[in-house]
């Protein structure tokens, strides 16, 4: 696709219920970011892979918190046990390449609400 | 102390007016700065860099004072369209050398008829 696909859009999730969110980034893109956004404020980093590896995953708020992108395209953000506090945006985004001079590209989001 | 700080606003603005946001950061070896634009349930969009002798877009002003880590974001002309969230970003190397973008919380934008 042109830009970077996130799914789903929206979820409902009971709280304690697993859910799983998919990036598919724009095609030969390298690197791929997780980032979450509370109401009212700014995105949060959460994890970095470069290709199929995940190099930075100093962000993710708890164990609960897993992320993969098994052959470096399609990632998947899973929360496991969710609770109240996990609602908030997912955002994911993805650049061509390695280096800073890259432009980041986002998806539009999936909104978690946990009740 | 959050690495990125912004004034939340909101800022309330007539159409044709001039406005100006500031941010500020703290990490002394950031390397590039931007401004990022989200619309209300969008995600966030690159609005301009922010370069040191400071740059201009069309109605857009963006300065860098590295000295005292500061960044601004003027607006001229204000108009309808430019209600938005503006978002001051910090870039930060990650592991690997990719950009990590490190935000503020945003200043919110509404223009006036």
């Known amino acids: 696709g042109a830009g970077v696909s996130q799914s789903p859009r929206y979820k409902v999730a009971k709280r304690g219920q697993d859910v799983a969110l998919r990036c598919d980034p724009i095609?030969?893109?390298?690197?791929l970011f997780w980032y979450q956004q509370a109401l009212g404020q700014g995105p949060e980093f959460l994890t970095y892979f470069q290709n199929e590896a995940q190099l930075d995953k100093s962000g993710l708020p708890s164990d609960r918190f897993f992320a993969e992108r098994p052959e470096g395209s399609v990632s998947t953000l899973k929360i496991q046990r969710t609770q109240q506090e996990d609602s908030a945006v997912y955002l994911c985004?993805?650049?061509?390449?390695?280096?800073?001079?890259?432009?980041?590209?986002f998806g539009e989001g999936s909104w978690l609400t946990v009740v | 102390r959050k690495e990125v700080e912004q004034d939340p606003g909101p800022f309330n603005v007539p159409e044709g007016a001039t406005v100006a946001f500031n941010c500020t950061y703290s990490n002394s070896a950031s390397q590039s700065f931007f401004w990022y634009r989200q619309d209300c349930r969008k995600e966030p969009k690159l609005l301009m860099s922010?370069?040191?002798s400071g740059n201009e877009d069309g109605r857009f002003t963006a300065q860098l004072n590295r000295a005292s880590q500061y960044i601004s974001l003027l607006i001229r002309d204000s108009k309808l369209s430019d209600s938005a969230t503006y978002l001051c970003?910090?870039?930060?190397?990650?592991?690997?050398?990719?950009?990590?973008?490190?935000f503020g919380s945003g200043t919110q934008l509404t223009v006036l008829p």
């Open positions: 095609s030969g893109h390298v690197s």
């Open positions: 985004a993805s650049s061509l390449g390695r280096g800073t001079g890259n432009t980041i590209y």
């Open positions: 970003v910090v870039n930060s190397l990650l592991k690997g050398s990719a950009r990590q973008l490190t």
């Open positions: 922010v370069y040191s």
